[in-house]
Protein backbone atom coordinates (compact mmCIF):
# COMPACT_ATOMS: atom_id res chain seq x y z
CA UNK A 1 0.00 0.00 0.00
CA UNK A 2 2.99 2.30 0.97
CA UNK A 3 4.57 1.63 -2.45
CA UNK A 4 1.40 2.79 -3.84
CA UNK A 5 0.93 5.38 -1.98
CA UNK A 6 4.18 6.85 -3.25
CA UNK A 7 4.02 6.18 -7.14
CA UNK A 8 0.76 7.94 -7.20
CA UNK A 9 2.59 10.92 -5.22
CA UNK A 10 5.27 11.03 -7.73
CA UNK A 11 2.66 10.80 -10.69
CA UNK A 12 0.80 13.68 -9.17
CA UNK A 13 4.06 15.44 -9.23
CA UNK A 14 4.69 14.84 -12.76
CA UNK A 15 1.51 16.64 -13.33
CA UNK A 16 1.53 19.46 -11.22
CA UNK A 17 5.36 20.49 -12.97
CA UNK A 18 3.63 20.24 -16.12
CA UNK A 19 0.67 22.02 -15.11
CA UNK A 20 3.17 24.79 -13.50
CA UNK A 21 5.43 25.00 -16.53
CA UNK A 22 1.92 25.66 -18.35
CA UNK A 23 0.94 28.45 -15.63
CA UNK A 24 4.28 29.88 -16.07
CA UNK A 25 3.70 30.58 -19.94
CA UNK A 26 0.44 32.01 -19.12
CA UNK A 27 1.80 34.33 -16.61
CA UNK A 28 4.78 35.47 -17.88
CA UNK A 29 3.14 36.53 -21.35
CA UNK A 30 5.43 33.79 -23.52
CA UNK A 31 2.71 32.52 -25.19
CA UNK A 32 -0.65 34.56 -25.54
CA UNK A 33 -2.80 31.12 -26.77
CA UNK A 34 -5.01 30.49 -23.75
CA UNK A 35 -6.88 28.29 -25.36
CA UNK A 36 -4.31 25.96 -26.46
CA UNK A 37 -2.76 26.03 -22.97
CA UNK A 38 -5.99 25.36 -21.01
CA UNK A 39 -6.59 22.52 -23.86
CA UNK A 40 -3.34 21.06 -22.99
CA UNK A 41 -3.46 21.52 -19.07
CA UNK A 42 -7.46 19.54 -19.57
CA UNK A 43 -6.14 16.91 -21.28
CA UNK A 44 -3.19 16.40 -19.01
CA UNK A 45 -5.71 16.41 -15.76
CA UNK A 46 -8.33 14.00 -17.22
CA UNK A 47 -4.88 11.60 -18.49
CA UNK A 48 -3.85 11.57 -14.82
CA UNK A 49 -6.79 10.59 -13.29
CA UNK A 50 -7.82 8.19 -15.85
CA UNK A 51 -4.26 6.58 -15.06
CA UNK A 52 -4.16 6.70 -11.71
CA UNK A 53 -7.65 5.26 -10.85
CA UNK A 54 -7.10 2.45 -13.66
CA UNK A 55 -5.98 -0.61 -12.00
CA UNK A 56 -2.46 -2.24 -11.87
CA UNK A 57 -3.05 -5.03 -13.86
CA UNK A 58 -3.73 -3.01 -17.08
CA UNK A 59 -0.56 -1.26 -16.63
CA UNK A 60 1.74 -4.14 -15.80
CA UNK A 61 1.23 -5.01 -19.82
CA UNK A 62 2.98 -1.73 -20.87
CA UNK A 63 6.02 -2.60 -17.82
CA UNK A 64 6.11 -6.21 -20.01
CA UNK A 65 5.93 -5.04 -22.84
CA UNK A 66 8.78 -2.96 -22.26
CA UNK A 67 10.41 -5.70 -20.77
CA UNK A 68 10.03 -7.80 -23.91
CA UNK A 69 11.90 -4.91 -25.95
CA UNK A 70 14.41 -5.04 -23.80
CA UNK A 71 15.00 -8.80 -24.53
CA UNK A 72 14.45 -8.63 -28.46
CA UNK A 73 16.73 -5.85 -29.64
CA UNK A 74 15.83 -5.55 -33.38
CA UNK A 75 12.34 -5.85 -32.77
CA UNK A 76 13.04 -2.24 -30.10
CA UNK A 77 14.90 -0.50 -32.94
CA UNK A 78 12.44 -1.28 -35.87
CA UNK A 79 9.76 -0.10 -33.77
CA UNK A 80 11.29 2.79 -32.24
CA UNK A 81 12.29 3.89 -35.58
CA UNK A 82 8.65 3.44 -37.32
CA UNK A 83 7.35 5.51 -34.54
CA UNK A 84 9.69 8.27 -35.12
CA UNK A 85 9.61 7.67 -38.64
CA UNK A 86 5.25 8.36 -38.83
CA UNK A 87 5.24 10.52 -36.38
CA UNK A 88 8.09 12.55 -37.37
CA UNK A 89 6.88 12.94 -40.94
CA UNK A 90 3.42 13.93 -39.65
CA UNK A 91 5.11 16.40 -37.27
CA UNK A 92 7.47 17.86 -39.70
CA UNK A 93 4.46 18.64 -42.37
CA UNK A 94 2.95 20.82 -38.94
CA UNK A 95 5.76 22.76 -37.84
CA UNK A 96 5.97 26.25 -38.21
CA UNK A 97 9.53 27.06 -39.80
CA UNK A 98 12.19 27.89 -37.00
CA UNK A 99 13.06 31.75 -38.19
CA UNK A 100 16.72 32.75 -39.26
CA UNK A 101 18.05 29.09 -38.40
CA UNK A 102 16.19 26.89 -40.07
CA UNK A 103 15.54 29.56 -43.04
CA UNK A 104 19.26 30.34 -43.57
CA UNK A 105 20.00 26.16 -43.62
CA UNK A 106 17.31 25.81 -46.24
CA UNK A 107 18.60 28.50 -48.61
CA UNK A 108 22.08 27.42 -48.36
CA UNK A 109 20.98 23.72 -48.94
CA UNK A 110 19.24 23.95 -51.79
CA UNK A 111 21.57 26.77 -53.42
CA UNK A 112 23.47 23.08 -53.94
CA UNK A 113 20.74 21.59 -54.85
CA UNK A 114 19.84 23.73 -57.20
CA UNK A 115 22.94 25.18 -58.65
CA UNK A 116 25.78 23.19 -57.45
CA UNK A 117 28.71 22.88 -54.58
CA UNK A 118 30.56 25.04 -56.69
CA UNK A 119 28.53 27.91 -56.44
CA UNK A 120 27.40 26.88 -52.57
CA UNK A 121 31.30 27.20 -51.97
CA UNK A 122 31.97 30.76 -53.62
CA UNK A 123 29.36 32.24 -51.90
CA UNK A 124 29.97 30.78 -48.74
CA UNK A 125 32.39 33.12 -47.52
CA UNK A 126 30.11 36.09 -47.95
CA UNK A 127 27.34 35.05 -46.22
CA UNK A 128 28.34 35.44 -42.28
CA UNK A 129 25.44 32.71 -40.92
CA UNK A 130 28.28 30.39 -42.76
CA UNK A 131 31.81 31.92 -42.96
CA UNK A 132 32.10 32.39 -39.22
CA UNK A 133 29.58 30.27 -37.63
CA UNK A 134 29.18 26.99 -39.30
CA UNK A 135 30.70 23.89 -41.19
CA UNK A 136 29.49 22.43 -44.28
CA UNK A 137 28.98 19.34 -43.54
CA UNK A 138 25.08 19.21 -43.07
CA UNK A 139 24.61 21.41 -45.45
CA UNK A 140 26.18 19.35 -47.97
CA UNK A 141 23.99 16.22 -46.95
CA UNK A 142 21.30 17.71 -47.42
CA UNK A 143 21.64 19.56 -50.67
CA UNK A 144 22.44 16.16 -52.27
CA UNK A 145 19.90 14.27 -51.02
CA UNK A 146 17.49 17.57 -52.04
CA UNK A 147 19.03 17.18 -55.76
CA UNK A 148 17.62 13.82 -55.90
CA UNK A 149 13.90 14.11 -53.77
CA UNK A 150 13.09 17.94 -54.47
CA UNK A 151 14.72 21.05 -52.79
CA UNK A 152 11.62 21.37 -50.31
CA UNK A 153 11.97 22.05 -46.75
CA UNK A 154 10.32 18.90 -46.12
CA UNK A 155 12.53 16.87 -47.80
CA UNK A 156 15.22 18.93 -45.79
CA UNK A 157 13.49 17.96 -42.76
CA UNK A 158 13.13 14.41 -43.31
CA UNK A 159 16.74 14.24 -43.93
CA UNK A 160 17.17 15.71 -40.18
CA UNK A 161 14.34 13.05 -38.55
CA UNK A 162 17.25 10.41 -40.13
CA UNK A 163 19.59 11.90 -38.52
CA UNK A 164 17.43 12.13 -35.27
CA UNK A 165 16.42 8.39 -35.29
CA UNK A 166 20.41 8.16 -35.23
CA UNK A 167 20.89 9.95 -32.42
CA UNK A 168 18.56 7.85 -30.74
CA UNK A 169 19.68 4.45 -31.43
CA UNK A 170 23.45 5.61 -31.07
CA UNK A 171 22.38 6.80 -27.33
CA UNK A 172 20.80 3.21 -26.78
CA UNK A 173 24.50 1.92 -28.04
CA UNK A 174 25.50 3.56 -25.34
CA UNK A 175 23.43 2.98 -22.72
CA UNK A 176 23.48 -0.99 -23.25
CA UNK A 177 27.45 -0.46 -23.04
CA UNK A 178 27.14 1.28 -19.89
CA UNK A 179 24.48 0.06 -18.01
CA UNK A 180 22.87 -2.75 -20.51
CA UNK A 181 19.55 -3.49 -22.42
CA UNK A 182 17.10 -2.33 -19.96
CA UNK A 183 18.79 1.01 -19.16
CA UNK A 184 19.23 1.53 -23.15
CA UNK A 185 15.19 0.61 -23.72
CA UNK A 186 14.09 3.53 -20.80
CA UNK A 187 16.87 6.12 -21.99
CA UNK A 188 15.35 6.25 -25.40
CA UNK A 189 11.95 6.04 -24.11
CA UNK A 190 13.13 9.00 -22.24
CA UNK A 191 14.17 10.67 -24.64
CA UNK A 192 11.24 10.62 -26.86
CA UNK A 193 9.53 12.14 -24.21
CA UNK A 194 11.63 15.49 -24.20
CA UNK A 195 10.05 18.11 -26.64
CA UNK A 196 12.81 19.62 -27.84
CA UNK A 197 13.98 16.25 -29.38
CA UNK A 198 11.44 15.75 -30.77
CA UNK A 199 11.25 19.45 -32.62
CA UNK A 200 14.66 19.23 -33.39
CA UNK A 201 14.16 15.74 -35.31
CA UNK A 202 11.63 17.19 -37.35
CA UNK A 203 12.94 20.68 -38.43
CA UNK A 204 15.78 21.58 -40.53
CA UNK A 205 18.48 22.59 -38.18
CA UNK A 206 21.88 21.10 -36.64
CA UNK A 207 22.09 20.17 -33.51
CA UNK A 208 20.60 16.78 -33.79
CA UNK A 209 22.89 15.64 -36.19
CA UNK A 210 25.83 17.05 -33.97
CA UNK A 211 24.68 14.81 -31.13
CA UNK A 212 24.03 11.62 -33.18
CA UNK A 213 28.37 12.45 -33.63
CA UNK A 214 29.20 13.47 -30.11
CA UNK A 215 27.08 10.05 -28.97
CA UNK A 216 28.51 7.77 -31.25
CA UNK A 217 32.22 9.37 -30.53
CA UNK A 218 31.96 8.84 -26.79
CA UNK A 219 30.65 5.02 -27.84
CA UNK A 220 34.03 4.85 -29.90
CA UNK A 221 35.94 6.48 -27.43
CA UNK A 222 34.95 3.56 -24.88
CA UNK A 223 35.37 1.19 -27.26
CA UNK A 224 38.59 2.24 -28.23
CA UNK A 225 39.49 2.37 -24.32
CA UNK A 226 38.01 -1.69 -23.64
CA UNK A 227 39.90 -2.54 -26.59
CA UNK A 228 43.09 -0.29 -27.76
CA UNK A 229 43.47 -0.51 -31.68
CA UNK A 230 44.57 1.11 -34.83
CA UNK A 231 41.66 0.19 -36.10
CA UNK A 232 39.38 1.77 -33.34
CA UNK A 233 41.48 5.04 -33.21
CA UNK A 234 40.40 5.42 -36.84
CA UNK A 235 36.88 4.60 -36.19
CA UNK A 236 36.65 6.92 -33.95
CA UNK A 237 38.85 10.25 -35.37
CA UNK A 238 36.40 9.52 -38.38
CA UNK A 239 33.49 9.88 -36.05
CA UNK A 240 35.03 12.80 -34.30
CA UNK A 241 35.82 14.42 -37.21
CA UNK A 242 32.53 14.65 -38.72
CA UNK A 243 31.23 15.94 -36.07
CA UNK A 244 33.54 18.93 -36.14
CA UNK A 245 32.36 19.38 -39.53
CA UNK A 246 28.76 18.89 -38.09
CA UNK A 247 28.90 21.70 -35.60
CA UNK A 248 31.97 23.33 -33.85
CA UNK A 249 30.88 22.92 -30.69
CA UNK A 250 31.58 19.28 -30.96
CA UNK A 251 35.22 19.79 -30.08
CA UNK A 252 33.46 20.51 -26.34
CA UNK A 253 34.11 16.43 -26.01
CA UNK A 254 37.56 16.39 -26.53
CA UNK A 255 37.96 17.27 -22.55
CA UNK A 256 35.32 14.87 -22.09
CA UNK A 257 37.14 12.25 -24.02
CA UNK A 258 40.80 12.98 -22.53
CA UNK A 259 39.42 12.53 -19.15
CA UNK A 260 38.05 8.89 -19.98
CA UNK A 261 41.29 7.92 -21.43
CA UNK A 262 43.28 9.28 -18.58
CA UNK A 263 41.30 7.01 -15.61
CA UNK A 264 41.72 4.15 -17.74
CA UNK A 265 44.02 1.32 -16.42
CA UNK A 266 45.67 0.47 -19.77
CA UNK A 267 46.54 4.09 -20.33
CA UNK A 268 50.18 3.12 -21.81
CA UNK A 269 48.15 0.60 -24.86
CA UNK A 270 46.01 3.70 -25.35
CA UNK A 271 48.24 6.07 -25.98
CA UNK A 272 49.14 5.65 -29.93
CA UNK A 273 45.56 5.33 -31.09
CA UNK A 274 44.46 7.80 -29.11
CA UNK A 275 46.66 10.28 -30.65
CA UNK A 276 45.84 8.43 -34.21
CA UNK A 277 42.34 8.98 -33.30
CA UNK A 278 43.05 13.03 -32.92
CA UNK A 279 45.31 13.11 -35.92
CA UNK A 280 42.25 11.80 -38.07
CA UNK A 281 39.91 14.33 -36.86
CA UNK A 282 42.20 16.81 -36.44
CA UNK A 283 43.41 16.35 -40.32
CA UNK A 284 39.68 15.88 -41.39
CA UNK A 285 39.06 19.67 -39.26
CA UNK A 286 42.24 21.54 -40.72
CA UNK A 287 41.54 20.50 -44.14
CA UNK A 288 38.14 22.41 -44.12
CA UNK A 289 40.25 25.28 -42.66
CA UNK A 290 42.53 25.69 -45.16
CA UNK A 291 40.07 25.40 -47.52
CA UNK A 292 37.89 27.64 -45.86
CA UNK A 293 40.62 30.01 -45.63
CA UNK A 294 40.88 29.70 -49.22
CA UNK A 295 36.72 30.78 -49.77
CA UNK A 296 36.46 33.94 -47.38
CA UNK A 297 35.73 31.18 -44.22
CA UNK A 298 37.06 32.10 -40.58
CA UNK A 299 36.65 29.42 -37.68
CA UNK A 300 34.88 31.01 -34.35
CA UNK A 301 37.71 32.55 -32.45
CA UNK A 302 37.69 30.81 -29.23
CA UNK A 303 40.30 32.77 -26.07
CA UNK A 304 41.61 34.90 -28.50
CA UNK A 305 42.79 31.77 -31.44
CA UNK A 306 40.94 30.65 -34.44
CA UNK A 307 42.04 27.55 -36.09
CA UNK A 308 42.20 29.65 -39.30
CA UNK A 309 44.85 31.77 -37.82
CA UNK A 310 47.44 28.85 -38.89
CA UNK A 311 46.68 29.75 -42.94
CA UNK A 312 46.78 32.76 -45.15
CA UNK A 313 43.27 33.81 -46.14
CA UNK A 314 42.94 34.77 -49.41
CA UNK A 315 40.11 38.18 -50.37
CA UNK A 316 37.16 37.25 -50.85
CA UNK A 317 35.48 39.01 -53.90
CA UNK A 318 32.02 39.40 -54.84
CA UNK A 319 29.94 36.62 -56.28
CA UNK A 320 26.58 37.18 -56.64
CA UNK A 321 24.10 40.04 -57.79
CA UNK A 322 22.81 40.20 -54.12
CA UNK A 323 26.07 40.80 -52.45
CA UNK A 324 28.27 43.91 -51.33
CA UNK A 325 31.55 42.71 -51.15
CA UNK A 326 33.55 40.82 -48.70
CA UNK A 327 31.91 40.03 -45.42
CA UNK A 328 34.04 38.42 -43.36
CA UNK A 329 33.88 39.14 -39.52
CA UNK A 330 35.35 37.13 -36.75
CA UNK A 331 33.00 35.71 -34.85
CA UNK A 332 34.94 35.53 -30.91
CA UNK A 333 33.86 33.66 -28.21
CA UNK A 334 35.30 35.30 -25.25
CA UNK A 335 34.74 32.62 -22.08
CA UNK A 336 32.52 34.29 -19.54
CA UNK A 337 31.11 36.98 -21.82
CA UNK A 338 27.73 35.67 -21.35
CA UNK A 339 28.39 36.05 -17.17
CA UNK A 340 29.86 39.82 -17.59
CA UNK A 341 27.47 41.58 -20.12
CA UNK A 342 24.25 42.91 -19.43
CA UNK A 343 22.65 40.95 -22.36
CA UNK A 344 24.68 37.68 -22.43
CA UNK A 345 23.23 37.22 -18.17
CA UNK A 346 19.71 38.07 -19.64
CA UNK A 347 20.75 35.69 -22.39
CA UNK A 348 21.87 33.10 -20.06
CA UNK A 349 19.12 33.28 -17.59
CA UNK A 350 16.38 32.50 -20.08
CA UNK A 351 17.99 29.65 -21.51
CA UNK A 352 18.73 28.11 -18.20
CA UNK A 353 15.78 28.95 -16.36
CA UNK A 354 12.63 28.82 -19.19
CA UNK A 355 14.65 27.19 -22.20
CA UNK A 356 15.88 24.14 -21.31
CA UNK A 357 12.81 23.03 -18.92
CA UNK A 358 10.84 23.62 -21.92
CA UNK A 359 13.50 21.54 -23.74
CA UNK A 360 13.61 18.55 -21.55
CA UNK A 361 10.07 19.31 -20.67
CA UNK A 362 8.66 20.38 -17.11
CA UNK A 363 7.78 17.08 -16.65
CA UNK A 364 10.34 14.85 -16.76
CA UNK A 365 12.67 16.95 -14.21
CA UNK A 366 11.58 15.14 -11.19
CA UNK A 367 12.58 12.06 -12.89
CA UNK A 368 15.59 13.38 -13.85
CA UNK A 369 15.87 14.48 -9.79
CA UNK A 370 15.49 11.19 -8.60
CA UNK A 371 17.88 9.69 -11.22
CA UNK A 372 20.70 12.30 -9.71
CA UNK A 373 19.87 10.83 -6.32
CA UNK A 374 20.43 6.93 -7.07
CA UNK A 375 23.59 8.10 -8.99
CA UNK A 376 24.83 9.99 -6.77
CA UNK A 377 23.95 7.33 -3.89
CA UNK A 378 25.47 4.01 -5.68
CA UNK A 379 28.47 5.75 -7.41
CA UNK A 380 29.40 3.38 -10.21
CA UNK A 381 31.79 4.18 -12.80
CA UNK A 382 29.37 4.34 -15.49
CA UNK A 383 27.39 6.47 -12.94
CA UNK A 384 30.78 8.74 -12.60
CA UNK A 385 31.05 9.34 -16.27
CA UNK A 386 27.37 10.62 -16.93
CA UNK A 387 28.74 13.00 -14.02
CA UNK A 388 31.01 14.29 -15.74
CA UNK A 389 29.68 14.07 -19.63
CA UNK A 390 26.68 16.68 -18.45
CA UNK A 391 28.92 18.70 -16.02
CA UNK A 392 31.66 19.75 -17.95
CA UNK A 393 30.22 20.13 -21.16
CA UNK A 394 27.30 21.89 -19.26
CA UNK A 395 30.40 24.50 -17.62
CA UNK A 396 31.60 24.96 -21.11
CA UNK A 397 28.71 26.09 -22.70
CA UNK A 398 27.48 28.09 -19.81
CA UNK A 399 31.07 29.87 -20.08
CA UNK A 400 31.07 30.35 -24.06
CA UNK A 401 27.67 29.44 -26.14
CA UNK A 402 24.71 28.89 -23.36
CA UNK A 403 21.86 28.20 -26.29
CA UNK A 404 19.52 25.74 -24.76
CA UNK A 405 19.80 23.90 -28.22
CA UNK A 406 23.80 23.33 -27.78
CA UNK A 407 22.66 21.29 -24.49
CA UNK A 408 21.53 18.44 -26.44
CA UNK A 409 24.63 16.92 -26.70
CA UNK A 410 24.17 16.27 -22.97
CA UNK A 411 20.10 15.14 -23.18
CA UNK A 412 21.09 11.35 -23.35
CA UNK A 413 23.33 11.57 -20.84
CA UNK A 414 20.24 13.53 -18.79
CA UNK A 415 18.01 10.68 -20.31
CA UNK A 416 19.87 7.74 -18.71
CA UNK A 417 20.38 9.28 -15.47
CA UNK A 418 16.41 9.41 -15.33
CA UNK A 419 16.78 5.99 -16.50
CA UNK A 420 18.20 5.23 -13.68
CA UNK A 421 15.78 5.58 -11.06
CA UNK A 422 12.98 4.36 -13.31
CA UNK A 423 14.66 0.86 -13.44
CA UNK A 424 14.06 0.79 -9.87
CA UNK A 425 10.21 0.57 -10.79
CA UNK A 426 7.94 -2.31 -10.52
CA UNK A 427 5.95 -3.16 -13.86
CA UNK A 428 3.10 -1.10 -12.97
CA UNK A 429 4.55 2.22 -12.26
CA UNK A 430 6.81 1.92 -14.83
CA UNK A 431 3.80 1.61 -17.18
CA UNK A 432 1.95 4.25 -15.48
CA UNK A 433 5.02 6.82 -15.77
CA UNK A 434 5.72 6.42 -18.87
CA UNK A 435 2.10 6.64 -20.37
CA UNK A 436 1.91 10.24 -18.05
CA UNK A 437 5.29 11.23 -19.59
CA UNK A 438 4.12 10.42 -23.31
CA UNK A 439 0.49 12.61 -22.39
CA UNK A 440 2.65 15.30 -21.12
CA UNK A 441 4.91 14.84 -24.06
CA UNK A 442 1.85 15.34 -26.68
CA UNK A 443 0.43 18.42 -24.73
CA UNK A 444 3.72 20.09 -25.13
CA UNK A 445 4.12 19.33 -28.98
CA UNK A 446 0.54 20.61 -29.53
CA UNK A 447 1.76 23.87 -28.30
CA UNK A 448 5.09 23.89 -29.86
CA UNK A 449 3.74 22.90 -33.21
CA UNK A 450 3.46 26.45 -34.28
CA UNK A 451 4.87 28.49 -31.18
CA UNK A 452 6.07 32.08 -31.51
CA UNK A 453 7.07 33.38 -28.17
CA UNK A 454 5.80 36.56 -27.48
CA UNK A 455 7.89 37.87 -24.58
CA UNK A 456 11.01 36.85 -22.61
CA UNK A 457 11.11 36.54 -19.20
CA UNK A 458 14.85 38.22 -18.51
CA UNK A 459 15.85 41.14 -20.93
CA UNK A 460 18.99 42.20 -19.07
CA UNK A 461 20.66 41.99 -15.49
Request: aromatic share 14%; net charge neutral; proline share 4%.
Amino acid sequence: MRKNAYAGIILFIVLAFHLAWLGGIWITGASENLPKLLTAGGLSILAFLAIALTPDAKFEKIGNGINWLTNNQKAFLGLFTLVMLVFGILYASQQRVWPFDEEENFGASRLIAEQGLDVFFTRYGQNNYLANRHPPLIFIVNGLIMSVFGSSLTTMRIVTLLFGIGALAASYFLAADLYGNKIAVLTVLSLLTYPLMIRESTAGLLDVQATLFFVLSLYFARKLAEEPSWKNGVVLGISLGLGLLTKYMVMFIIPLLFLLFIFQKNKRALVFPGLLSLLVAGALFLLWTWYGSQIGVRVPTVAGFSPSDLFEPKQVLESGPSQSGPVIEDFDISPGSFLTSEWGRGFLMNSLITRLPSAVGAYTLPLILLGVFVVLRQKRASDLFLVVWVGLVSILLILTLPDHRYFMVVFPAVAMISARWLETQSDAELGRLTLMLFVCQIGALYIFVDWKRAAELFTGL
